[in-house]
C-alpha cells in the first residue's frame, strides 16, 4: 500500500487545518497519525480501525484532534482544531494490514512521505 499524506502549511495558533492520507495499491487494516518535530523522536497522534470501533489519540491532542475516513475515496483525515506551536511537526500517515491499534511506531508497515504543520505564535 503507498500512502500520500496532504494538507500541511502553515498557521496561527488557534487555527485549524485537515491533513489527508490517501492509499492506493491496496487496502489497510488501520491507519494512524504519528508527528515528528525537528530534533525529537516520532511520536503517536492517532489511529484507528478501518473495519470500526472508536479511535484513539495521543493526551496531547484529546479533543482537539479528529480523525476519520472517506471509505469511498479510500482516504483518511486529521482534522487538527485549536492549534499550538508545540504541534508544529512533521505529519506522517502510516497503515498496518492488521486491525489491532498501536502506538508503537515499529508495529506500523506503511508510511507516507509526511506533511509539514507549522503552528506560528
Known amino acids: 500500500v503507498q500512502l500520500q499524506a496532504s494538507g500541511g502549511g502553515l498557521v496561527q495558533a488557534g487555527g485549524s487545518l485537515r491533513l489527508s492520507c490517501a492509499a492506493s495499491?491496496?487496502?489497510?487494516?488501520?491507519a494512524a497519525w504519528f508527528r515528528q518535530a525537528p530534533g525529537k523522536e516520532r511520536d503517536f497522534v492517532a489511529a484507528f480501525s478501518w473495519s470500526g470501533g472508536s479511535p484513539i489519540y495521543a493526551d496531547s491532542v484529546k479533543g482537539r484532534f479528529t480523525m476519520s475516513k472517506d471509505n469511498a475515496k479510500n482516504t483518511v483525515y486529521l482534522q487538527m482544531n485549536s492549534l499550538k506551536p508545540e504541534d508544529t511537526a512533521v505529519y506522517y500517515c502510516?497503515?498496518?494490514?492488521?486491525?489491532?491499534?498501536?502506538?508503537?511506531?515499529?508495529?506500523?508497515?506503511?508510511w507516507g512521505q509526511g506533511t509539514l504543520v507549522t503552528v506560528s505564535s
Open positions: 495499491g491496496g487496502t489497510w487494516g488501520a
Open positions: 502510516a497503515g498496518r494490514r492488521g486491525t489491532v491499534l498501536h502506538r508503537t511506531r515499529s508495529q506500523w508497515q506503511n
